[in-house]
């Protein structure tokens, strides 16, 4: 984990440079914006790098979607034999090269950059001895910057949770600390419930149960965990999870008008490939129902018969 410490130090410190050019040591709001604007561009910075990543995600999940006939005839046809069921499956997606664990990846590839800030900003204390400031590409002058940066008063690496003894380490005020924190972890998952739930429906819901699984504890297990693990987050990763989120709202929205999701009734959303389409009658009532006499029309002649 050490070069990853080390690469989002570096990121995280050449956009605060830049950001200190522009603006100096100068504060308004309660707030060092070259250290939050730092963190702001350390998420675009990684989500660039990452963009090709999120392009084969779509591609793959797209790939899926156009699978499931096929893969509702195969569970159709194996019902009774899971091991036969489960070889044929692995093979189609290896012929049509689709992946279902595909939609998983951007997460686990920015959860070591995630553990990285968290180390970071976890290490800034004004108490750390001299040798260890300069740990990851630190100088003395930037740590002591960064360890008491602030968002409107709150210092980003102060937690909902800190202690008063912590909080007195950083020379913040408890009450402003817990503020800023219940909002941005407020607004953290919202933007991660809204970020889940736009891919969830504009892309479908799986018919594979492990996969309706996985969309299920993306739409609503994340937020949850992140409810009660935000509290303990440093408020400069707060800050990193909710630029993703905002990121990640804008970017899919671009993504899947570019990679439409299919439009026939086996990936509709909410639709299972598996249910056979119901075929409307044409006079109104509903699918599968023999349609009712219209008022007033002529009895056929098997009704003829059975009065006579």
Request: zero cysteines; hydrophobic letters at 45%.
């Amino acid at each position: 984990m050490s070069m990853i410490y080390h690469a989002i130090s570096a990121i995280l410190l050449f956009w605060h440079s830049a950001w200190q050019r522009l603006f100096g040591e100068a504060s308004a709001l309660g707030t060092d914006w070259s250290w939050v604007l730092g963190i702001v561009f350390l998420v675009l910075t990684v989500r660039v790098i990452l963009f090709p990543v999120f392009v084969r995600q779509i591609r793959s999940q797209r790939a899926v979607q156009a699978l499931q006939p096929r893969i509702a005839e195969l569970r159709a046809r194996h019902r009774d034999d899971r091991e036969t069921l489960q070889r044929e499956l692995v093979e189609l997606y290896r012929v049509e090269k689709a992946n279902p664990l595909m939609g998983l990846l951007p997460m686990v590839v920015q959860i070591p950059v995630f553990l990285g800030l968290l180390h970071v900003l976890r290490h800034l204390k004004p108490t750390m001895p001299e040798q260890l400031k300069t740990l990851y590409g630190w100088s003395v002058t930037q740590f002591d910057s960064a360890s008491s940066a602030t968002l409107f008063g709150a210092p980003i690496a102060g937690t909902f949770g800190s202690t008063g003894q912590d909080l007195a380490l950083l020379g913040a005020d408890g009450a402003t600390v817990r503020i800023v924190a219940a909002v941005l972890v407020a607004t953290m998952v919202a933007t991660t419930y809204l970020s889940s739930r736009q891919l969830i429906l504009r892309s479908g819901w799986a018919s594979d149960a492990p996969q309706r699984l996985v969309q299920r504890l993306m739409l609503y297990g994340i937020p949850a965990s992140l409810l009660v693990s935000g509290l303990i987050f440093p408020i400069g990763v707060i800050i990193y999870w909710v630029t993703t989120n905002l990121f990640s709202l804008g970017q899919q929205t671009w993504m899947l008008r570019r990679y439409p999701p299919p439009v026939d009734g086996a990936t509709s959303p909410g639709a299972r490939a598996d249910t056979p389409k119901a075929v409307p009658n044409g006079n109104g009532d509903e699918p599968g129902r023999p349609a009712a006499p219209k008022v007033g029309a002529k009895p056929t002649n098997r009704r003829r018969r059975r009065a006579a």
